[in-house]
Every structure is written in C-alpha cells, then in structure tokens.
T-cell receptor
Framework: AQSVTQPDIHITVSEGASLELRCNYS??????LFWYVQSPGQGLQLLLK??????LVQGIKGFEAEFKRSQSSFNLRKPSVHWSDAAEYFC??????????FGSGTKLNVKP | DSGVTQTPKHLITATGQRVTLRCSPR?????VYWYQQSLDQGLQFLIQ???????AKGNILERFSAQQFPDLHSELNLSSLELGDSALYFC??????????????FGPGTRLLVL
C-alpha cells in the first residue's frame, strides 16, 4: 500500500541555517512526489514536484528536493532559512490512478 | 491567492446534521479534488471529479458524497455528522485532472466543527 512518512513532527532551526526535511515513501511503481507548504490558516501551496528525469528538483522560494530511489526518499532542502519559512510542510505521493497520499507533516519553527 | 474559493469559511453544527461545502475551481480548471485534514487522520484525499464525472476515490465515508456541476463548481455533502468529522476540508483544482503530475491549487478550506 502507498504511504508517506515524515519522521520529524517538529523542527527548529535558526534563521540563516540550512534545512533538511525528511520524507520516505512506499509505492510500487515510479512515484509522483510533491512537497507542499501550509502557513497557518492557509491552504496548501506546491513547492516542487518530481515525476521523472533529473533527481534534483528545484522549487519555489529557494527550496530543492532530491529523489533517491534506493532509499525511497524525497528530502526537502534549503541552504538558508528565512523567518517567513516557518510553516508546516507536507510530503505527498500521487499514483497513476490520481490518488494522493500525504505525510503527517513537519512543523518548522525558525529562531531569530 | 490560488484562485480556488471555498464557502463557508467556518461551519458549526450538531451531531446528526447534514452540511454542504462548496468549492469553485480556478477559472479554466476542469478537475476538483476534496481533502479532509484532521488532527488524528492528517491530510486525506477524499475524491476527485473531472468535468462533472467522478474520476478517483480515496478515503471517503459512505455518509459523504460529492458532485461537480455543469459550471464546474463542486459540493461536498456530509451527512449524519459525528464529532470525528470535525476537520478542515480543502478543495483543490487542476487543469485537466488526467494525471497525478498536474499541479493542484488549493483553496483556503472550510473549517467544520461538529458539537
């Protein structure tokens, strides 16, 4: 069965520090992978997505993610975090049948 | 602003009641998705419609139903409400809804509280 695991519920980083949010997925075929961000009281916004090709994907707001098939991972990274990045981040996998599965989310807190 | 609108923003009702949530997709988008976000279940995909037809079904309860109208807006009907149905319900839209690779644009959500 398809599933997405985000092992870190909360992460706190200092402003200007680098960030890596972990995501592991379980899916039988080549997955469609996504990272979304949700600010308080807002809907989800797509940061980036991966379907095929280059395993390093660039997204909006300076985020990138790397697909590693051997590790079933799709970790999100940012070299220098800004206070405005504080939000909740969701990893998701989409299937060929248009079904989508989300991780439980990682809440990012940014220290000044 | 994603261009997806949802009404109402907040809804408070009692157990056993029925409510209808409404979603208007972005202009030109043919596909609508419904999601439920709750504290215990997280974010769950419920159902997808494309141009009025059901296309994919997720973890949608039998007490819940949805439809997409000719003008492409969609409604999610929740009946025989239980306390556990309290959640944030999101609608998203995409252009053609023909593949998981399409970007979905999310609305701001409807917060439902069942008392």
């Amino acid at each position: 069965a398809q599933s997405v695991t985000q092992p870190d519920i909360h992460i706190t980083v200092s402003e200007g520090a680098s960030l890596e949010l972990r995501c592991n997925y379980s899916y039988g075929a080549t997955p469609y992978l996504f990272w979304y961000v949700q600010s308080p009281g807002q809907g989800l916004q797509l940061l980036l997505k991966y379907f095929s090709g280059d395993t390093l994907v660039q997204g909006i707001k300076g985020f990138e993610a790397e697909f590693k098939r051997s590790q079933s991972s799709f970790n999100l990274r940012k070299p220098s975090v800004h206070w405005s990045d504080a939000a909740e981040y969701f990893c998701a996998v989409g299937s060929n049948f248009n079904k989508f599965y989300f991780g439980s989310g990682t809440k990012l807190n940014v220290k000044p | 602003d994603s261009g997806v609108t949802q009404t109402p923003k907040h809804l408070i009702t009692a157990t056993g009641q029925r409510v209808t949530l409404r979603c208007s997709p972005r202009s030109g988008d043919l596909s609508v998705y419904w999601y439920q976000q709750s504290l215990d279940q997280g974010l769950q995909f419920l159902i997808q419609y494309y141009n009025g037809e059901e296309r994919a079904k997720g973890n949608i309860l039998e007490r819940f139903s949805a439809q997409q109208f000719p003008d492409l807006h969609s409604e999610l009907n929740l009946s025989s409400l239980e306390l556990g149905d309290s959640a944030l319900y999101f609608c998203a839209s995409s252009g053609l809804g023909q593949g998981a690779e399409e970007t979905q644009y999310f609305g701001p959500g409807t917060r439902l509280l069942v008392l």
